[in-house]
């Protein structure tokens, strides 16, 4: 597979001044040959909008790869449930109105301090109320909960709980079920609230958005390739 700044060069048709999309016209039969012929037009406007569906590309593919190394490192099988693991998290993230990125980072904060993928999934809904009600991402409630588990829960305090109800007078370790459970608690039908507000609704219109112009920067990608 060739690299991808030679995918770059290939779209952008850069000069030796470095400009993207200097004299785009004259390059287009250049990029219609790249493609196998399946591009029968492009203006300028076009070509910067296929640089940028390949830029979306190759991030939505790094990050997911990244993400399976946490679905392995936590006893998953990436090799073999991918597709159904990606379907999973894009599903919730429409049903939720948030980004696919942003609860597969949470995710991935669960599966970093050890949770299996199916307890990271278990974990997405109390984090989904949690992030709503507090008005944050679910990444950033993710690593709020993160901290309660190792034992700073100082963020909760707004909740109303204190985290030394959940440690043990022993171990000091955290009671994450029960903790969880009592957050879920006051924070249930928060996340409902959130998916069917503006910003909600919003979100699962960019969802959409950004796989087709995702799917399209992975066409090209294929095209381009010998």
Known sequence: MVSYEDILLRIRG?????????????????LKTAVGGAVTAMSASMLSYAKSAVDSAV????EWNKFGNAVKNSGGNW???SDEIKSWVKEYSNSMGRSVADTRSAMTTFMNMGMSLTE?????????????????SQEAAAGQLQKAFMGNGRAL?????????YKDET?????KQRLMRDIM?????????????????FQRLNNVMAGLKTDFGAAIMDAITP
């Open 14 to 30: 850069q000069d030796n001044t470095g400009s993207a999309f200097g004299s785009a016209q004259q390059r287009v039969g250049a």
């Open 59 to 62: 991030t939505a593919e790094t």
């Open 79 to 81: 090799d073999k449930q």
């Open 120 to 136: 990271s999934q278990k974990a997405m809904e109390t984090t989904s109320n949690y992030a709503a009600q507090m008005g944050m």
């Open 157 to 165: 305090k707004s909740l109303g709980l204190d985290i030394k109800n």
């Open 171 to 175: 171990t000091g370790a955290i009671d």
């Open 185 to 201: 608690d006051r924070t249930k039908g928060s996340a409902e609230k959130y998916a069917d507000s503006t910003a909600g609704k």
